[in-house]
T-cell receptor, first 118, second 113 residues
Framework: GAVVSQHPSRVICKSGTSVKIECRSL??????MFWYRQFPKKSLMLMAT?????????EQGVEKDKFLINHASLTLSTLTVTSAHPEDSSFYIC??????????????FGNGTRLTVT | AQSVSQHNHHVILSEAASLELGCNYS??????LFWYVQYPGQHLQLLLKYFSGDPLVKGIKGFEAEFIKSKFSFNLRKPSVQWSDTAEYFC???????????FGQGTTLQVKP
């Protein structure tokens, strides 16, 4: 089945540094990818919609200058957490839908990235 | 505002017991509904989905869910759980013209052998 690869799976960084997380669709093309953040109480919050070749659409309350999203190709979206702070420590998950199946197709999720900011 | 509410946060069952996890949503317009499962240490996987048609949807591993439009509900059921069903379960909703998922808070299911 469709696979979404997310890298790295775990990262520890110092406060003030930036971290880049990659999300790749391995066997399908995704014009749209989604970035979620999973909080300790388990709920997943949609952060932004990544659109291939155009600017990402951010959800209300998500700082676009802090969470930079780039979707340069049909198989790759990146999330960069800039000037990371301890409160950015979380589990970040990306998802993608097969462009051929349309917007109603179920999403395929990456394994997630555990970010710890010290 | 769009939202999904899962009533049970932590459920503990013995093997062979029946399972029902509640999910209610608030969403204007036509909805697509999903249940995802996250086994320990693994990524989210789709259990089942409802787009249209028969409101009783059957998914993988013996799970099913029923869409009751009048109650804005999409409860997940399984007649007899197994220890391997121990996982986090998430209900999610999206509109018919968008791929953005709104997730519920999740339910931790613990099945005792």
């Amino acid at each position: 089945g469709a696979v979404v690869s997310q890298h790295p799976s775990r990262v520890i960084c110092k406060s003030g540094t930036s971290v880049k997380i990659e999300c790749r669709s391995l066997d399908f093309q995704a014009t749209t990818m989604f970035w979620y953040r999973q909080f300790p109480k388990k709920s997943l919050m949609l952060m932004a919609t990544s659109n291939e070749g155009s600017k990402a659409t951010y959800e209300q309350g998500v700082e676009k200058d802090k969470f930079l999203i780039n979707h340069a190709s049909l198989t790759l979206s990146t999330l960069t957490v800039t000037s990371a702070h301890p409160e950015d420590s979380s589990f970040y998950i990306c998802s993608a839908g097969d462009a051929l199946e349309g917007t109603n197709s179920p999403l395929h999720f990456g394994n997630g990235t555990r970010l710890t900011v010290t | 505002a769009q939202s999904v509410s899962q009533h049970n946060h932590h459920v503990i069952l013995s093997e062979a017991a029946s399972l029902e996890l509640g999910c209610n949503y608030s969403y204007g317009g036509t909805v697509n509904l999903f249940w995802y499962v996250q086994y320990p240490g693994q990524h989210l996987q789709l259990l089942l989905k409802y787009f249209s048609g028969d409101p009783l949807v059957k998914g993988i591993k013996g799970f099913e869910a029923e869409f009751i439009k009048s109650k804005f509900s999409f409860n997940l059921r399984k007649p007899s759980v197994q220890w391997s069903d121990t996982a986090e379960y998430f209900c999610a909703v999206t509109g018919s013209n968008t791929g953005k998922l709104i997730f519920g808070q999740g339910t931790t299911l613990q099945v005792k052998p």
